[in-house]
């Protein structure tokens, strides 16, 4: 642990639990928007925004320029912070990231979109009582790994895995990829996306791991992007293995037992309800889908995740 005298803008009033854990959901997603997180540490907007700033005067974030000051904050962690966050963490730096600047071509809205449903996919793992995230790895980790045979590159894939006893035979994770839609992307791209996802699934692995256990996640803005979605990957022959499901309802701690849309059945009934989970579709794959979806229990209150 590093001595307090070796980092002397540390508050000792603070909660350092708190403090380390913000400073390592900041490396790991390299952009934090405080409104994005805010769930998962504090109640309150404002006790967030509040907290955050206080740790960027410290040193132990960084604030990037803003071109007006109604545009909210933007940070990453702070070179310092992230030489103590490695020591006092013990974590692999290379699984850490710093950006060096704001981008000018950044895509913030998919930036944004990943990392709400990564922070969202952590704070559900945490207190679901059958799946748990075992690995997050956003885009820039895959390209970093794709082989030349890959066929596709998802904006983000997950390793989940079942919630087992100490006893219990350890499974193979469930690799869910997540594909944010904006709403303009053609839909022919979807075509191509989907024949890629079915080459991946006859290949023995997918970045590392089964494609046997692969489940897409499409992420929509509306209902009927969804529907034109789900019916376009149906027909490129990909509905058994793809699930759909609304941005707005997948975000805030919701993205296990949040309703979401089975491609083919959303496509044999355009209004049919949502009755699959990514919960369920991760136990189905894994051989131990339970009768009913587990439904979240309302408010989070104050919770700390790991994020993988």
Known sequence: MTDARVWPFLDPRMDRERVVRIAYLAARLGYFWVADAAFMFFKRPTTARLYIASLARRGILD??????????????????????????????RAELWRPAAMRRRLNVAQVRAVNRFWCSLAAAATKHPHVRLHRFMPERQLRRTK???????????????????DTAPARSPVVVTLEQDSGYERLKVWTEKTHGYLRAK????????????????????????????????????????VYVGLARDLEGGRAL??????????????????????ALAVQAVAGTASATPIRPDGALGRISPEIP
């Open 147 to 165: 082989s030349s045979s890959c066929p596709v590159v998802p904006d983000a894939m997950a390793m989940l895995r079942l919630a087992h006893d």
């Open 202 to 241: 006859r290949s023995s692995t997918f970045y590392g791991c089964s494609s046997r256990n692969l489940v897409v996640l499409v992420v929509v803005p509306s209902r009927r992007r969804a529907a034109n979605v789900a019916r376009t990957v149906a027909a490129a022959g990909g509905g058994a293995f």
């Open 63 to 92: 604030a990037f320029p803003r071109r007006t000051p109604s545009e909210p904050h933007v940070y990453r962690i702070s070179e310092r912070g992230l030489e103590w966050l490695v020591d006092e963490v013990g974590c692999d």
């Open 257 to 278: 037992d949040a309703p979401v849309w089975n491609a083919a059945k959303l496509t044999t009934d355009p209004l049919v309800k949502a009755d699959s989970s990514l």
